[in-house]
């Protein structure tokens, strides 16, 4: 079972980016998919979560989308207006369904880093 993260980078305040988690070794269409971030010196948290139906945290809500493509195992996290406080280390991670702690989740991506400068 594998998820690999892809598309993070650095982007200035005001800007956008696109995340992608690809998928293998389970059954994709089955699972929750949850985007969660770690800022530094901070605990990792949820930002969004799609199954049937998607959910975002209240510091995200208006700002990202979350998507899923399973005939192609890969969902995407499109994050706009971005600020500075959205820098960390975002994660995608699979679960039976959407919910914020990270002990629901069965698998994890390694992570990609996320910037924002001001």
């Known amino acids: 079972e594998q998820l690999v993260e892809s598309g993070g980078g650095l982007v200035q305040a005001g800007g956008s980016l696109t995340l992608s988690c690809a998928a293998s070794?389970?059954?994709?269409?089955?699972?929750?998919i949850g985007w969660f971030r770690q800022a530094p010196g901070k605990e990792r948290e949820v930002v969004a979560c799609?199954?049937?139906?998607?959910y975002f945290g209240d510091s995200v809500k208006g700002r990202f989308s979350i998507s899923r493509d399973n005939a192609k195992s890969s969902a995407y996290l499109q994050m706009n207006n971005l600020k500075p406080e959205d820098t960390g280390v975002y994660y995608c991670?699979?679960?039976?369904?959407?919910?914020?702690?990270?002990?629901?989740?069965?698998?994890w991506g390694q992570g990609t880093q996320v910037t924002v400068s001001s």
């Open positions: 070794g389970f059954a994709f269409e089955d699972h929750a």
């Open positions: 991670a699979a679960a039976s369904a959407c919910g914020s702690a990270d002990y629901l989740y069965d698998y």
């Open positions: 799609i199954s049937t139906k998607t």
